[in-house]
Each structure stands twice: as structure tokens, then as C-alpha cells.
């Protein structure tokens, strides 16, 4: 790990550039990954998120890519081992399991179904002798990141998340927490309560929408307020080491850096717990804003 990206921001951000509302076309947001890729800044990178529907007869090839299952869950399985048999190296899959207010359950059987495809598939492949950790996810079976809808069975999704890890399954959450209405924003004490949740069962999440910078704040074109991706961070430390709702909840709401900057420096130098990351249309801004506060140094070596 370079000095320049401290450890607790290791593949923090993934490259989001072909989500919409992106007129980005695969060859160049390609291209644009492998530039990221080989910059003194690469280890702040995760995956180049591709929507299985842009994929076309030549699917992404030297990126790890993370496919964004944005097709018929049913029809999820097939197209992975389609696009692995041509070539793509899939690190992660993502898939919403249900819409608001609908029941997650049975979309979250078929991802697990995935899951549990991903581990045989690659326990035949897999030397047996290898160490494995993290139940499959270093170890050549994709991950596959389960989106859940935060409303009604949202602790129920949880409770069987859990359960699938606990078999041996390479599945985690993943949360929306902005979008184009405001009840799709969730208060601090509402992400606060989720993060705690998560960290109540050892579960691993990530996020998407919404984190478009560091720390709290509103939008004012749209009035809506966002979280910040700092605030997330420093609210999960806080969480894994004890912490209870309504601290998290303090440390979400911040909308200066100024509380969030020691705790992050503090802890700048071990794994990021639980909060594995989110997506950018742009990586750069994210890391320009951490450059700013000085928690990157921002390409010179120390």
C-alpha cells in the first residue's frame, strides 16, 4: 500500500462513470479505468462498475469490473458465466433484490442461488490447498453485493444475509442512500440504525447514490441533503468500536469536517471496517476533496 493512499481508503471508490445518467461509452470509461488504474492514486480505486445491459459481444477486458445486474434477476446467473467465458475478469456483482416497499425475500434467494454458484464454481477451480478468508472473497469467487431497499423487511433481508455468510455464502448489503425524492434519503438516525444493524451481525455493506462528497450537505438545486462519505467512514469506526445509534447518528449529521478529520486521521493507517466503499461518476472528486483535507497526500511521497 503506498504511503500516498493510507490504508483506510484502500478501493474505497468505485468507478461509477457508465451508471446514468453517464453518456460515457464502455471503450472510453475503459480506457479512462486504466488510467486510474496506473496513477499514484490507484489504490483509492475499487472496480469499474459495468451495467450488464451495456455489455455487448466483447465484454470489458484487463479492469476488474464489478457487473451491475441490471437485467432480470432470473437471467443474472447465465450472463455472468457468459461474460466470464469471454473474458471478463468480474470481481463483484451487484443487484437490486426488490423495489420500495416490496418484499426482498425472494429476489435475495436468487442472489443467493448466485452466491452459492460463485463458491462451487470456484471451490472446482480452486487449488484446495490455498488459505482462503473472507468466506470466497479474495479468493477468485465474486462477491455479490445485495441491494436492499431501506423500508418494510429490511432487518428480515439482514437476519438472511447473515445466515447465507454464515454458510460459507460471498454475500453482503448494499444500500441506497439518495435518489431523485426526498423520502429516498434516509435521516442520520435512519442510516445510523442500518449501519449498527450491520455491524450487530458482522455484516459488510456498501453504498451507492447520494455520496457526492465528503461531508454532509444540501444540494441547492435540489434542496435534498446528502449524506457525505467521510461522515459514513467515521460513523462506521464509530459503530464497530461500540459506539450506539445516536452517536453514529451525531457523527452522520456533522456538515463540518472539522470532527471528522482527526478520527479518520487517527485511523488512518488499519483496514477500513465494514464500509467497503461506494461509487463515483467522477473518482477524482472524491479524492481531490480528501486531498484538500489532508488525509491523502495528494501524489507526493512522505
Request: net charge negative.
Amino acid at each position: 500500500m503506498s504511503t500516498m493512499v493510507p490504508p483506510l481508503y484502500a478501493g474505497l471508490v468505485d468507478d461509477a462513470s457508465l451508471l446514468p445518467p453517464s453518456l460515457t461509452g464502455l471503450a472510453d470509461a475503459e480506457a479512462k479505468h486504466r488510467e486510474h488504474a496506473a496513477a499514484w492514486y490507484a489504490d483509492l480505486i475499487g472496480a469499474l462498475l459495468v451495467p450488464a445491459s451495456v455489455v455487448g459481444a466483447e465484454p470489458v477486458a484487463h479492469v476488474a469490473a464489478a457487473l451491475i445486474g441490471d437485467i432480470p434477476l432470473g437471467a443474472l446467473p447465465a450472463t455472468v458465466e457468459k461474460l466470464r467465458a469471454a473474458g471478463m475478469l468480474i470481481k463483484h456483482v451487484e443487484a437490486a433484490v426488490a423495489r420500495r416497499g416490496e418484499d426482498p425475500q425472494p429476489g435475495l434467494s436468487l442472489l443467493r442461488a448466485l452466491a452459492a454458484n460463485e463458491r462451487t464454481r470456484h471451490s472446482e477451480a480452486a487449488d484446495e490447498s490455498a488459505p482462503r478468508s473472507d468466506q470466497g472473497a479474495e479468493t477468485g469467487a465474486s462477491r455479490v453485493w445485495a441491494e436492499i431497499p431501506l423500508s418494510w423487511g429490511l432487518i428480515g433481508a439482514l437476519d438472511a444475509v447473515a445466515d447465507a455468510r454464515a454458510e460459507g455464502l460471498s454475500i453482503a448489503p448494499k444500500f441506497r442512500v439518495g435518489g431523485l425524492a426526498a423520502e429516498l434519503f434516509p435521516t442520520p438516525v435512519e442510516l445510523a440504525a442500518v449501519i449498527c444493524a450491520c455491524r450487530d451481525r458482522d455484516l459488510p455493506f456498501k453504498l451507492a447514490a447520494g455520496l457526492r462528497h465528503a461531508t454532509r450537505h444540501t444540494d441547492p438545486e435540489t434542496g435534498f441533503t446528502h449524506h457525505g462519505f467521510l461522515n459514513v467512514l467515521v460513523a462506521t469506526l464509530l459503530a464497530v468500536d461500540g459506539g450506539e445509534v445516536a452517536e453514529v447518528a451525531e457523527a452522520l449529521a456533522a456538515t463540518h469536517p472539522v470532527p471528522l478529520v482527526e478520527p479518520a486521521r487517527a485511523h488512518r493507517d488499519l483496514p477500513r471496517p465494514l464500509f467497503t466503499g461506494f461509487g463515483a461518476a467522477n473518482v477524482v472528486e472524491p479524492l481531490t476533496e480528501l486531498v484538500r483535507l489532508g488525509l491523502i497526500n495528494g501524489g507526493y511521497q512522505t
